[in-house]
């Protein structure tokens, strides 16, 4: 009587062949993912460039106009100051 005593099928060669398969699988899975995702913002990022600038520039917009609105409120505020303060000096200069 013979008794054969067969490896686990864990320490079979074809076991470790079809491991190290699914692994070389997995990681060139791993690797196409990743290169599809850079492509894939490499085509959105002139888009979102373009959204950016595209508010920086309203922004910008809107700053320069708020600042053409102050500098209208500062020279209405100049004006009648300096004529005051002209007003004031001729007085003094009257009364002295």
Not at 43 to 55: G, H, I
Request: positive net charge.
């Amino acid at each position: 009587m013979q008794i054969v005593i067969h490896p686990a099928f864990y320490q079979t060669t074809l076991f470790k062949v079809v491991l190290m398969l699914v692994l070389i699988l997995l990681i060139f899975i791993g690797y196409q993912l990743r290169l599809m995702n850079l492509t894939l913002q490499k085509k959105r990022l002139p888009q979102e460039v373009e959204v950016k600038t595209k508010a920086l520039r309203i922004k910008k917009e809107t700053i320069e106009r708020q600042n053409e609105v102050l500098e209208d409120q500062k020279r209405e505020i100049e004006e009648p100051r300096d004529k005051v303060v002209e007003m004031t000096r001729k007085i003094h200069e009257t009364d002295g």
